[in-house]
């Protein structure tokens, strides 16, 4: 199981993230090209720096 499926078995609202101007653009234009939502983009963007990061461990292992 790829870890973006791992990672969103359960969905969970969060409100309150503050991004500047330039963030939101580019993740708009990287919605319109990918043809995909904004809020996919930002949850990609997780999955992608989680790896970085921490690699394929579990966020309960961390």
């Known amino acids: 199981m790829r870890l973006a499926q791992k990672i ?3 969905t ?3 409100r ?3 991004v500047d101007e330039e963030i939101m653009e ?3 234009t990287l919605a319109r ?3 995909t939502s904004i809020n996919q ?3 990609e963007g ?4 989680y790896k970085q990061e ?3 461990k579990s966020p309960h292992e961390v």
């Open 46 to 49: 997780v999955v992608k720096l």
């Open 12 to 14: 969970t609202f969060v």
């Open 16 to 18: 309150g993230i503050y």
């Open 54 to 56: 921490i690699g394929d």
């Open 8 to 10: 969103g078995k359960g």
């Open 33 to 35: 090209v990918k043809k």
């Open 41 to 43: 983009i930002f949850r």
């Open 26 to 28: 580019m993740a708009k």
